[in-house]
């Protein structure tokens, strides 16, 4: 019965870590990261008075728009990144995931910080609306919440194949 377990723990741990879950989980959360400096938190469009704001002269409230938006962005995007290659190191893996869940709760609510305070300065007559990009941060929150989740369910193979050697 031993046999059967050896085989597959020596195959858990030969893995490469684009095989992992956790991978791809911390991949996906860079991706929505960048994808905030596509898809905007808010926009206005051509010829309306709302671009007379400073954030949306170019029509579109952005991270590069804000310094914290932008810093959180890079540190988002860079723990996210780096926590890729920590798969030799699942447990400071796992604490740079769940800092990478934290650090898309701020980003979440610094952007709505900042969309409100863009919306406080906009003229009456305006049709500038929220934007796909204000889901990012969630969605870069909780991506990194499911890398940490994987790499505590992987720890936990790998110490339960332990036990049984």
Not at 42 to 48: C, E, I, L, V
Not at 128 to 140: E, M, N, Q, T
């Amino acid at each position: 019965m031993s046999q059967p377990l050896d085989r597959y723990f020596c195959r858990q741990k030969d893995r490469s870590m684009i095989q992992r879950i956790q991978t791809l989980w911390l991949l996906a959360a860079v991706a929505a990261v960048g994808a905030t400096f596509v898809f905007p938190f808010m926009q206005a469009p051509d010829g309306d008075p709302a671009r007379s704001v400073s954030v949306l002269a170019d029509g579109a409230l952005t991270p590069s728009d804000n310094t914290g938006l932008l810093g959180l962005s890079a540190l988002g995007a860079i723990t996210a990144f780096g926590a890729i290659f920590l798969f030799k190191n699942r447990a400071l893996q796992g604490r740079l995931a769940m800092a990478g869940a934290g650090i898309g709760v701020l980003m979440l609510g610094l952007a709505i910080l900042a969309v409100n305070m863009t919306r406080a300065q906009l003229p009456q007559q305006n049709q500038a609306s929220v934007g796909l990009g204000i889901a990012l941060p969630v969605l870069y929150g909780v991506f990194c919440w499911l890398a940490a989740r994987a790499i505590r369910r992987d720890e936990a193979l790998v110490r339960s194949m332990d036990r049984l050697r």
